[in-house]
């Protein structure tokens, strides 16, 4: 079955940097993306990046350039990153790693990922609490 570990949060300034890190095990490389999404309380679900199994990545407007989707090894892929630059205050949630059973997202999800508004993952973590004050 597929599992998936998240680690890495904690409670940092305005500015500061985190790397959170998901060990994932039971899903096939080869046919399945990965990302990570975020919910903070009385909010949706909101899609931050996502890395298709060739590599390919989409992020979120509201992190593109600050944020940077990584998995440890093209070969086995069995841990994936979200290195996380500039925070900002509006960044605190939960974040969650996730599995998406097909290889690439479509446009139309992409699309959706990349305005916040998609975030159909199959499988995924318990999380990791962000905090992130001014």
């Known amino acids: 079955q597929v599992r998936l570990v998240e680690s890495g949060g904690g409670s940092v300034q305005a500015g500061q940097s985190l790397r959170l890190s998901c060990a994932a095990s039971?899903?096939?490389?080869?046919?399945?993306?990965m990302g990570w999404f975020r919910q903070a309380p009385g909010k949706e679900r909101e899609g931050v990046a996502h890395?298709?199994?060739?590599?390919?990545?989409?992020?979120a407007d509201s992190v593109k350039g600050r944020f940077t989707i990584s998995q440890d090894n093209a070969k086995t892929k069995n841990t994936l990153y979200l290195q996380m630059n500039s925070l900002k205050p509006e960044d605190t949630a939960m974040y969650y790693c996730?599995?998406?059973?097909?290889?690439?997202?479509?446009?139309?999800?992409?699309?959706?990922?990349?305005?916040?508004?998609?975030?159909?993952?199959?499988?995924w973590g318990q999380g990791t609490q962000v905090t992130v004050s001014s």
């Open positions: 996730a599995v998406l059973l097909q290889p690439q997202i479509t446009y139309i999800q992409a699309l959706g990922l990349m305005t916040g508004k998609w975030c159909g993952y199959n499988y």
């Open positions: 039971g899903y096939s490389s080869s046919t399945s993306g």
């Open positions: 890395i298709d199994s060739d590599g390919t990545t989409t992020y």
